[in-house]
């Protein structure tokens, strides 16, 4: 008969098995994160907004010269 040579694992009887920590929030941090991301979306909005305001006057100020040239 052939023989058969298996893995060897290790004992160690000291060791602590680690287990997976659930994936807890605190709801506290969770309400101020949403806030956080509410504040950064309308702050980009605001941006936005001014940007289009800041084109809109642009184009009618390039409108008001080109007519009262010609």
């Known amino acids: 008969m052939s023989e058969k040579q298996g893995k060897v694992i ?3 009887p000291r ?3 680690k ?4 994936q807890y929030v ?3 941090k969770k309400e101020l994160l949403k806030q956080r991301d ?5 702050k980009q909005t605001r941006q936005r907004v ?3 305001i800041g084109l ?3 184009v009618c100020f390039i409108v008001y010269l080109i ?3 010609f």
């Open 26 to 28: 605190d709801p506290a």
């Open 15 to 17: 060791a602590k098995r």
């Open 50 to 52: 001014v940007k289009n």
């Open 10 to 12: 290790e004992f160690k």
């Open 56 to 58: 809109f006057v642009l």
């Open 38 to 42: 509410r504040e950064k979306k309308m």
């Open 19 to 22: 287990l997976k920590d659930p």
């Open 67 to 69: 007519k009262i040239a």
